[in-house]
């Protein structure tokens, strides 16, 4: 079995990357909602553009659904690479400490 290695700066380093793409997706979001906006009244009053605007409506909802859940599990993400990346800094300080202990004893 090989050792496992982690570096924990570059898992902290991951996480902080995921919070800076789940911000830049939800400026995008943002942009993409302000934008549909705009586009509420474009179908006309007539049954086809009403049929359209209730297509396009549905079209939005589930975009804003898949959108809002993503941005949802990066922030989930981001914060268990955080915890993971402390509890292996605890771990690794708490083996260093041991083995300072055990040299104190020993003299050294």
Do not use: W
């Not at 700066?9 to 705009?38: H, T, W």
């Not at 260093?96 to 040299?103: A, C, E, N, P, V």
């Amino acid at each position: 079995m090989n050792p496992l290695d982690v570096d924990v700066d570059s898992v902290r380093r991951g996480a902080e990357e995921l919070v800076q793409a789940k911000e830049a997706v939800g400026q995008a979001f943002e942009a993409f909602q302000a934008a549909v906006g705009s586009y509420a009244d474009a179908f006309g009053g007539d049954d086809i553009g009403m049929l359209l605007g209730v297509a396009h409506q549905a079209c939005v909802d589930g975009l804003t659904e898949c959108l809002s859940t993503n941005l949802t599990e990066l922030e989930n993400y981001a914060a268990g690479l955080h915890s993971m990346a402390e509890g292996y800094r605890a771990v690794e300080d708490g083996v260093s400490d041991i083995f300072k202990s055990i040299l104190g004893k020993l003299g050294g």
